[in-house]
Structures are given as C-alpha cells and as structure tokens.
C-alpha cells in the first residue's frame, strides 16, 4: 500500500488529476470539433475541471500549516492517484464515437 502524504501534498496530486481531466475533454472537443454542439459539451467540461483545480486552491488557502501539513491515510492517496495513471491521449486514442466518448468521461469521473 502506498504511504501517506500530507493534506498539502494530496491537494496537488487532486489538482494533477484534474488537468488530466481537462486535457482530456479538451482532447474530445477537438476530436468532435466537426459538432458544434458536442464540441461545446467537452470544452464546457474542460471549464468544468479549470473550476474544481481554482477551488481545490481556495480550499487549500484558508488551511493552517498544520492543517496543511496533516498526514492522509494511505488509502485515500492511493485512491487520489488512481487518474495520475492514465494518458489523455492513450485514452482518446479509441474513441470513435460519442457514445464511447461519454462512457469514458463517466468512467473517468467516477474513478
């Protein structure tokens, strides 16, 4: 099992996991840029993961430094990685569809 982190260091790695998010719906709005509308869907979910990075922020501005500092269990780390895993592009690679596309975002988000 992983070790633990800090509060501080597990905010950064949730911050990583929605880059990875972003780039990856920005990946699918070019991807489905001949649809104005599906186009539009991704770039807003894009938006979506630029909101949640500049809240995971003003979350971590209003900890104390011992909050900050403040060690998570192992487990939950482990669990906050698991996006790191993952290469937008090796995951837009397959997708040819909307369909695929949506099933890849739920996965995704729910991960």
């Not at 949640?52 to 487990?75: C, G, N, Y």
Request: charged content about 30%; hydrophobic content about 40%.
């Amino acid at each position: 099992m992983s070790e633990g982190c800090t509060v501080d260091e597990l905010i950064e790695i949730a911050i990583a996991g929605e880059r990875v998010a972003a780039l990856l719906y920005r990946g699918l709005a070019q991807k489905f840029s001949k649809s104005h509308a599906d186009a539009g869907f991704w770039t807003s979910m894009a938006s979506d993961e630029a909101a949640h990075i500049k809240f995971l922020r003003s979350i971590r501005s209003k900890l104390s430094d011992d909050e900050l500092h403040s060690i998570v269990d192992p487990a939950v780390v482990l669990d906050a990685r698991k996006i790191l895993r993952y290469s937008p592009e090796g995951l837009l690679r397959p997708v040819n569809s909307m369909e695929k596309a949506i099933d890849l975002s739920h996965e995704l988000e729910n991960s």
